[in-house]
């Protein structure tokens, strides 16, 4: 894994990011259209630069790229940080769940704990497949050190017996047998990041441990599920190019996709692209009333056709009734 540390080239503060957020990147050179991915920040809120830390996916070109080309200085263009998944301020329990790569945004987490110097109870569980693939542990230790009431518990599921012992990790999967086992306080906050099939196993297995399932927090840097009204549920391929002639219009990237397709006249609005190239979309109404495709827009600039019975916040877009006028980023 790769750690990234981005600063304003003018020297100037960054804008201030909160535990848990993440941000997105254009990619210049790591391919044509530029790739744009979103990453979690892994350090603490405040700090002089942003860190993100990037796994290398063999066949990920944006992942590749950063592991293999970026070097100091090189210029990236970074939308402003973003995202729900942000520690609460609460006294309560913290339960910050995750696994592989996973552990990016709860860091962050853990890294604000730290710093506020906080007396909450705070549980990191984190699952790996072994010391080779645990990242960050020697930083997640000395901070859980730092903590007066840090519990840690790290699960190995591929590690020989020796490999657990010296990382004091406990062999095997984390399951709700694993959990129960630690008795983890049923009035905490859970904050989950892993694959999707981790996170739907440890948010059933916190709440049948009595967590109140509205305390249970998740992030997904997948595609979100769709929401289609009167259309039953169909496989789909993964996300591609439309067919037919590419457009020549302005870029849209959908950054949870990882596509980046030209615009055309062809297509009536950002959704019936969306649906080209199937992506998941989120819909009810079709024409700007409902605001069901309320999506994130993380650059650029849209129009309405038809104008919209109300426009959305800042930073939001309905693609159900929207076209770009400029090069866009949307979280889809």
Not at 35 to 62: D, Q
Not at 119 to 145: D, M, N
Request: proline share 9%.
């Amino acid at each position: 894994m790769l750690s990234v540390h981005l600063a304003d080239p003018d020297e100037g503060p960054l804008p201030y990011a909160r535990a848990g957020q993440y941000l997105t990147l254009r990619i210049s050179g790591a391919g044509e259209p530029a790739p744009a991915r979103s990453y979690s920040l892994s350090s603490a809120p405040g700090a002089a630069t942003y860190r993100i830390s990037v796994k290398h996916e063999p066949l990920g070109v944006a992942s590749t790229y950063l592991h293999r080309k970026l070097r100091a200085g090189a210029m990236l263009e970074v939308a402003a940080a973003r995202g729900a998944f942000v520690l609460d301020d609460a006294t309560t329990p913290v339960l910050l769940v995750s696994a592989g790569i996973g552990l990016t945004p709860v860091l962050s987490m853990l890294h604000q704990l730290a710093d506020e110097d906080s007396e909450r109870q705070v549980w990191w569980i984190h699952a790996a497949r072994g010391p080779q693939e645990h990242v960050l542990g020697g930083e997640v230790k000395s901070l859980l050190a730092s903590l007066p009431n840090g519990h840690g518990h790290v699960f190995y599921s591929s590690a020989t017996e020796q490999e657990c012992l010296r990382a004091h990790a406990t062999s095997g999967r984390l399951t709700e047998d694993g959990l129960a086992r630690l008795d983890v306080p049923g009035d905490a906050s859970a904050y989950l990041c892993g694959p999707t099939p981790f996170m739907a196993d440890m948010r059933n297995a916190l709440t049948t441990l009595g967590v109140d399932p509205l305390r249970v927090h998740t992030e997904l840097f997948t595609q979100l599920p769709s929401l289609n009204p009167g259309l039953s549920k169909q496989a789909h391929r993964s996300p591609h190019q439309p067919a037919g002639p590419p457009g020549t219009g302005p870029l849209l990237t959908f950054a949870r996709s990882g596509l980046s397709t030209h615009w055309s006249r062809a297509w009536a609005n950002v959704l019936d692209l969306a649906d080209a190239c199937d992506i998941n979309t989120r819909w009810s109404c079709r024409t700007g009333v409902c605001h069901t495709c309320t999506t994130p827009l993380l650059s650029g600039t849209v129009s309405y056709q038809p104008a919209p019975l109300e426009p959305p916040p800042d930073g939001e877009a309905l693609i159900c009734c929207a076209r770009p006028d400029t090069d866009v980023v949307l979280d889809m």
